[in-house]
C-alpha cells in the first residue's frame, strides 16, 4: 500500500511540473543567427557561464548525396578532413586543438556531416582559421586518400564484419525497409566502391559540397554574437560559394506489406531482432507525438518495451531503439527515417513470441493512449534530456548548427520543449495507430549459427 501511494504521489507531482512547465515562460536559449554575403551561415549562443567555447561546423551533405557506385564516400571524406591542407600539414588541427586543452571529433549521418571542436575561449580564433582552412581546400594527394581509405576500410571491419549482430540493426533494416538507393544503400561503404575512389571524386565532392553556401557554423560560449560574426567574417567571407546540384527526390509512402527477412550470424551468442517502421516526415505534426510514443515505448528502463518484455514476460535480454535510431536523434533527420528497435532475445524464446509481445504493448497505447501520469513523466525525462543536453557548449553549438542545416531555423531549439508539452494522449494514440502498424513493419531475425542450423527454412546473412 505505501509504494503504490509513493508512486501515485511521484506521478502526480511529475504532472504537476511538466503542466506548470507548459503554463510559464520556458527557458529562452539565446540564439542570434547571421547569414554571410557568400552563404555561410552562423548561429551564435552567446553564454558567459564558463571561459570556454564549442564550434560545430554542419555541412548539408551526408550518406544520401553520396555517388551511387561510391557507397560509404561521405564517411571516407569525413576521415579525409583531417589529413591537413597545404597551409596546415596533416596532425596541425589535433595540435592545436589538444595542446590547446580542447577536443574535436567528427561524424557523418544520412543527411550531414558534422566537425565539433570545445576548447578555452582563447583558442577560438585559431579554429575558426583552422575550419576555414579546411573548407577552402585539403592536401589531395594519394597518400593521404589510401591512407584513410584502409582507415574506413578497418573500421568496417571492427564495428561490422567482425562485430556479432553486425549493426544489421541499421545497415540492413535500411536496406529491407526502404525502396530508393539514397534511403536504404550502405553507407559505411563496400570495399570495391571505396577502392575505386579517387582522386578526382574527393576533389569533385568537396568543391561541390565542402564550401559556405552548403554550410552553418554553430558556435556557444563566452563570446557575444558580433564577436563572433566579425571572426566568421574575417575567416570565412571571401571563400567562394558555387552552385549546388539539385537534391535527388528521396520521399516515400508508408509500406504497405510487412518485410521479413531471416540471417544467420557466426559471431552472435543469442538470438537477436531488428524491427523498424516508416517514420513521420521531420517537420511534420505526427513528429513530436511520434517522439514521445518512442520515448514510451523504448526511451529507458521505465519504458512499455523493457518493463513488458525484458522485465515482465522475460523474453528478452535487452532493448533499445527511438526515432531515426542508430543514425542521430529524432530532431536531425532531413528524409525518410526509422522508428527502429534492437533487441537480443533469449534462446527460448520464439521471434514470432516478441513480435506478439511487441504488438500487444503497442496495442494498449493505440487503444488507450496513455494516462495523464505516465504522459507527464515520459515528457519531464524528455524536457530534462532535451535542456542537459543545452547546458554543454558542444553539444548546444552542435545542435544548433543542425537544426539550422535541417530545419532553416536554429530558433527551433526554443520550441521544441514547448511542441513536446502539447503533445496529448490522442496525438500519442493516432501515431501508433498510424504507423506502428503490420503493414508499416519491416523485420530481421538473426540468429546465431548453432541455433540456425536447425532451422533449414532460414536465410543467410549478407555479411
Known sequence: MRTSRLSALIAGLLFAVTAHAADTDQWQL??????LDNGLTV??????????????????????????????FAHLFEHLMFEGTPNAPKGTFDRVIQGGGGVNNGSTRADYTNYVESAPISALEPLLWLEADRMKTLDFSEKNLDNQRDVVKEEIRVNVKNQPYAAFYWLDLNALAFDKWPNKHDGYGSFEDLDHASIADVKAFHDTF???????????????????FALA???????????????ADIAEPLNTKARHLEQTDTMAKAPAIAVGWKAPERGSKDQMPMLVLAQLLVGDDASRFYQGLVKGREQLLQIQGGLNFALGSGTDYAGPTLFGLFAIYKPNAQPDQVLAALDEEIAKVAHDGVDDATLARVKTKMLSDWYGGMEDFLSRADTLAKLQT?????????????????VTSDDVRRVAQT????????????????????????????H
Not at 553564454?47 to 561510391?70: A, C, F, K, N, W
Not at 503490420?438 to 532451422?455: C, L, T, Y
Open 210 to 228: 565542402y564550401q559556405p553556401a552548403n554550410a552553418v557554423i554553430g558556435i556557444s560560449g563566452d563570446v557575444t554574437p558580433e564577436q563572433a
Open 435 to 462: 504507423y506502428l502498424t503490420d503493414a508499416n513493419r519491416s523485420v530481421i531475425i538473426r540468429r546465431p549459427v548453432a541455433a540456425h542450423a536447425k532451422d533449414a527454412g532460414a536465410k543467410p546473412a549478407k
Open 30 to 35: 539565446p540564439v542570434a543567427v547571421k547569414k
Open 233 to 247: 567574417q574575417k575567416y570565412f567571407g571571401s571563400i567562394p560559394s558555387r552552385a549546388l546540384p539539385p537534391r
Open 43 to 72: 548561429v551564435v549562443s552567446e553564454d558567459h557561464s564558463s571561459p570556454t567555447v564549442g564550434i560545430s561546423t554542419v555541412y548539408h551533405v551526408g550518406m544520401r548525396l553520396e555517388p551511387q557506385g561510391r557507397t560509404g
Open 406 to 422: 535541417l530545419w532553416g531555423d536554429a530558433k527551433v531549439v526554443n520550441q521544441v520543449p514547448g511542441w513536446i508539452n502539447q
